[in-house]
């Protein structure tokens, strides 16, 4: 240990700490099965307790808000494992969370990282999403080959990483997306060369158009709409970027149209609006329609304290035994609770599990941050993650995965936990 303490001082602590957090960046998008995005945290963990001065991270771990946030959550999950009716998955969802204390513990501190450090980060994570989306490309290409349909470039098929559901995945791409788009406006000297730039905002468009998770497509619509008024407010109202972010919109709408496995999303999503009373040309109406009315009933009957981590989903799906409405899942009916849904919305969840005091904790780790943020270096980044995640949270369980707790619990620390300075001093 001596040693490696040695080579990291020699190296600089700044760039032992930026180089682990570099790592996890990297594989974020990826997840590969044969190197362990978990190893940038070990890593990050080792060099952390290497650095010593145990009692300087104490205090300001103590000083700190978001981390101290992050604590509530947990502690707040933590004390469903006493009264949940499935002790074994309350387990496992605490031990899946533990990014949500480790990188608080780990980043409280500055660490003599800076604010160039994160922009960087950053840049990392659109280039390390590009490839991962140029990858899933190439996969379905091969696909094809060997199974000419063009079903193989959309949705699940598309995104073959194995961490990484497709809804995961268009919310990393919608987060490079954004985050490259806003980058680029502001900070020009940080941003590549423009035709990277517009290659690679190209090439995550496409990408959400063959991911094709509908979620995602308003969220899309809603960065860039938000993008063109911070441009607008900033430079003055410009006809030329008005009329080009208006183009940009109406091209993505009629490409979404025009590829197949796109427009199958949209006209299922028309099909499920018609039919939210009754079936209407036999077609059916999407099952969160179902699912959040059975929430609100689990809700209802266990305001107070939730049902307990773990055990939220079996009364959820106990509630839909009454409901007889049929799907199809493309081989066969079947009815509802059959499928053994989550809830399809982390605040539901959250609520259901944790009950009014975990709904309110939660909810905290949006809120209280887009408040504190106003003074930010980088708010509209910051502001755009909460508010990414925070749509992204409104249709899916994205807490119920690896996937969205290493992805939420990494930036939302960056963002809000760590003080990253303006100067190389600590």
Not at 27 to 43: D, E, H, N, V
Not at 179 to 191: N, R, S, T, Y
Not at 302 to 328: I, M, P, R, V
Not at 384 to 407: D, H, N, P, W, Y
């Amino acid at each position: 240990m001596s040693r490696i303490k040695n080579l990291l001082q020699q190296v600089g602590w700044p760039q032992a700490f930026f180089g682990a957090l570099s790592f996890y960046t990297l594989l974020l998008p990826m997840q590969p099965k044969w190197l362990p995005i978990t190893l940038g945290i070990m890593c990050m963990g080792l060099f952390w307790l290497l650095h010593g001065k145990f009692k300087e991270k104490l205090s300001a771990l103590g000083k700190n808000w978001a981390a101290g946030l992050l604590f509530a959550y947990y502690f707040v999950v933590l004390l469903g494992l006493f009264y949940t009716q499935n002790p074994s998955k309350a387990e496992q969802e605490l031990l899946s969370k533990i990014p949500l204390l480790a990188w608080p513990i780990m980043l409280s501190r500055s660490l003599g990282l800076r604010i160039e450090h994160l922009k960087k980060l950053i840049l990392l994570f659109i280039y390390a999403t590009t490839l991962a989306v140029v990858l899933a490309f190439l996969q379905s290409a091969v696909s094809y080959l060997a199974f000419p349909h063009s079903t193989v470039f959309y949705f699940s098929n598309f995104s073959f990483y194995k961490f990484i559901p497709p809804h995961y995945l268009g919310l990393y791409v919608n987060f490079a997306y954004g985050m490259l788009l806003i980058g680029w406006l502001q900070f020009p000297a940080w941003a590549p060369k423009k035709r990277y730039t517009i290659s690679m905002l190209t090439i995550l468009t496409m990408a959400l158009l063959f991911i094709s998770v509908r979620m995602q497509f308003l969220v899309f619509i809603g960065i860039n709409i938000w993008a063109a008024f911070q441009y607008l407010k900033s430079k003055g109202f410009k006809l030329q970027a008005f009329l080009g972010i208006s183009t940009l919109l109406v091209v993505f709408g009629a490409l979404a149209l025009s590829f197949k496995g796109s427009r199958a999303r949209l006209v299922d999503a028309y099909h499920e609006l018609k039919s939210i009373n009754q079936p209407v040309d036999n077609k059916q109406t999407n099952p969160r329609f179902y699912l959040w009315p059975a929430a609100a009933e689990v809700i209802r009957d266990h305001f107070w304290l939730g049902t307990g981590a773990g055990s939220e989903k079996k009364y959820l799906n106990q509630k839909l035994e009454d409901s007889k409405a049929l799907f199809w899942d493309g081989t066969k009916t079947y009815l509802l609770y059959e499928k053994g849904y989550n809830y399809h919305n982390s605040f539901l969840q959250h609520f259901a599990a944790q009950g009014v005091v975990g709904f309110g904790v939660f909810t905290a780790l949006f809120l209280v941050p887009f408040y504190k943020a106003r003074n930010h270096p980088l708010r509209s980044w910051a502001f755009l993650f909460l508010v990414i995640s925070a749509l992204s949270f409104l249709t899916e369980s994205m807490l119920q995965r690896q996937a969205g707790v290493l992805f939420f619990s990494f930036f939302w620390c960056l963002f809000f936990v760590a003080p990253f300075s303006v100067s190389r001093s600590n």
